[in-house]
């Protein structure tokens, strides 16, 4: 059964359904793929979702499943679930998407878009680098802060295609840039965002600090500083990235979303997976490749690991973690 003109959200986490909250107050046709938990307690409460603009959550009931029903075909997708569940979703949706359907990555994280580029289908992959925070508890989810959203193609040149998901994002209300306006390659934008969140998601993980509590603490800012340094001797032969406008960044986008807990503290906090391998973790990668030491990152992976997998007490990953101060 064609869905032409229904757009498929896979993942209906905290930024999922923010981007849902605003779609459907568009009208736009929307199915929801999400896990089994998620359905069940989407199917039985409802979602709420509170937008910056709004006094109060506003209760949605979207169609939403764990598995889709048989026969359904899908031309364009929105993919906001964590960058870990990405080859198992893209197995999945190769018998939900048709051959050319176009695939919007609103996700964190270095080499994400893989499993998706390495189908044998014309699939127009593109990646959203995306400051949106928010948070989720229970079925209620609160926007804290928005930003700039940039748009770069992965694997094809259609233009009109990457257009299309600018005007789409326009329409709900996000301030969306295609990198060619900025006289800057899309390359540039993606590994400086995954700078940012390789410095806040593992301090603020680790520490259990907000985003904006996080740059008013010193010895954090000190640590930001040797983490930026350390990434930018990573990427050193790959592109030069000013030291001066990742720390501009971080600072930015800590400020704007100041009220917000990281998604990895979620994560921890929910006792669900992280996405540390694909940023610090792809980081460390790239270094052993460069034959560049990397200690901090190293040492960053480690520890969410640890307190992932709860193999290490909370008290003696503080501890590794002060060392680095």
């Not at 498929?8 to 981007?19: D, Q």
């Not at 992965?154 to 301030?175: A, M, P, R, Y």
């Not at 990434?231 to 000013?242: C, D, E, G, R, V």
Request: aromatic share 6%; proline share 3%.
């Amino acid at each position: 059964m064609s869905k032409k003109n229904t757009i498929l959200i896979a993942g209906l986490g905290a930024v999922g359904s923010t981007l849902f909250s605003r779609l459907e107050r568009q009208n736009k046709k929307l199915i929801c793929l999400t896990s089994d938990r998620g359905t069940k307690e989407i199917s039985e409460k409802g979602l709420l979702v509170q937008l910056i603009s709004d006094d109060a959550p506003k209760l949605y009931t979207p169609e939403v499943y764990e598995f889709l029903p048989e026969k359904y075909k899908f031309k364009r997708c929105i993919v906001a679930t964590k960058a870990y569940n990405n080859q198992v979703l893209a197995d999945y949706l190769v018998d939900y998407l048709d051959d050319d359907s176009s695939i919007l990555l609103f996700q964190n994280g270095i080499g994400i878009e893989k499993p998706f580029t390495e189908k044998e289908k014309d699939w127009k992959i593109t990646r959203a680098i995306s400051s949106i925070g928010a948070f989720r508890e229970g079925n209620c989810v609160t926007e804290i802060a928005t930003g700039e959203t940039k748009l770069g193609a992965i694997n094809n040149t259609d233009v009109e295609e990457i257009e299309q998901w600018k005007k789409l994002l326009l329409s709900i209300g996000l301030e969306t840039l295609i990198p060619e306006e900025l006289s800057k390659n899309f390359a540039y934008h993606y590994y400086l965002k995954a700078i940012v969140n390789s410095t806040i998601n593992p301090i603020g993980s680790i520490t259990k600090l907000k985003n904006g509590d996080i740059i008013k603490d010193k010895q954090l800012l000190d640590l930001i500083e040797h983490i930026v340094d350390e990434i930018i001797a990573i990427l050193a032969s790959m592109m030069t990235i000013p030291k001066s406008e990742v720390l501009e960044t971080i600072s930015e986008i800590a400020q704007n979303t100041s009220d917000n807990k990281c998604s990895m503290l979620q994560d921890l906090e929910k006792g669900f997976n992280t996405e540390i391998d694909y940023l610090n973790g792809k980081f460390l990668e790239i270094s052993k490749r460069e034959n560049v030491d990397a200690p901090i990152n190293s040492k960053l992976v480690s520890i969410i690991k640890s307190l992932s997998d709860k193999s290490m007490p909370e008290e003696l990953a503080i501890l590794e973690f002060k060392s680095l101060l």
